[in-house]
């Protein structure tokens, strides 16, 4: 129940394409769904973030998604850049902040 | 600027000999934590402080352990490194337990010899 699934396991975009990376949770509790971004070497850094009150936040490229019933949200990025290639991880947890849950990632490239 | 500093950024040490791993944050958050993140995996929670209150993961080994002497630092200690341990130690700090403002340090990367 704790687990949080991630989809797909590598993408590859071109400049200026959409990239799309889904995830789906079981654990109803859950109630705030972050995604990270994470370059080689580097710690993963917050990108966006979205809590079950709302269906979709947007910030510059990147929207949340966010489909409360069906427990899934999604991570778009618009116009992707080859600077976006990274490995991209959605993350989730509950008002506690307890077993804050990564997905597995996703490895984006993005090709010139 | 207020972040998460962790020190150092490579590690080497000798199998089977006691290491710590340093962690400093600047941004007065409550929580700290630990995570273990192998190669092209997602980061592993091994424990986490809030305020003075240790809590560990179930399936974190005891050889790894940590302190927390204030607000601003934490420290793992690993006391007889594997092979196995070998991997990317991130330490990330938030606010509260509601997990607001989650912040990753950059890493420190433990090699084992």
């Known amino acids: 129940q704790q687990q949080v699934k991630q989809s797909p396991q590598s993408l590859i975009v071109q400049k200026g394409g959409i990239s799309i990376i889904n995830c789906a949770y079981e654990?109803?509790?859950?109630?705030?769904f972050p995604w990270y971004q994470q370059f080689p070497g580097k710690g993963p850094a917050l990108l966006i973030a979205?809590?079950?009150?709302?269906s979709e936040k947007k910030e510059g490229r990147f929207t949340i998604s966010f489909n409360k019933s069906a427990k899934q949200f999604s991570l778009h990025i618009m116009d992707s850049q080859p600077g976006d290639s990274a490995t991209y991880f959605c993350?989730?947890?509950?008002?506690?902040?307890?077993?804050?849950?990564f997905g597995p990632g996703t490895r984006l490239s993005v090709l010139p | 600027d207020a972040m998460v500093i962790q020190n150092p950024r490579y590690q080497v040490t000798q199998f089977g000999k006691p290491v710590t791993l340093s962690c400093s944050q600047t941004l007065n958050h409550n929580v700290m934590y630990w995570y273990q993140q192998k190669s092209s995996q997602a980061p592993k929670l091994l424990f986490h402080?809030?305020?003075?209150?240790?809590?560990n993961e179930a399936d974190t080994p005891d050889n790894f352990q940590s302190r927390r002497p204030n607000t601003s630092f934490c420290f793992l200690d690993i006391r007889s490194p594997g092979l196995g341990d070998a991997a990317m130690y991130l330490c990330?700090?938030?606010?509260?337990?509601?997990?607001?403002?989650?912040?990753f340090g950059s890493g420190t990367r433990l090699t084992v010899v």
């Open positions: 402080y809030y305020d003075k209150d240790f809590n």
């Open positions: 654990n109803t509790a859950f109630d705030y």
């Open positions: 993350a989730a947890t509950n008002q506690y902040g307890q077993n804050f849950v």
């Open positions: 979205i809590r079950p009150d709302v």
């Open positions: 990330a700090t938030s606010r509260d337990v509601t997990g607001s403002g989650y912040t």
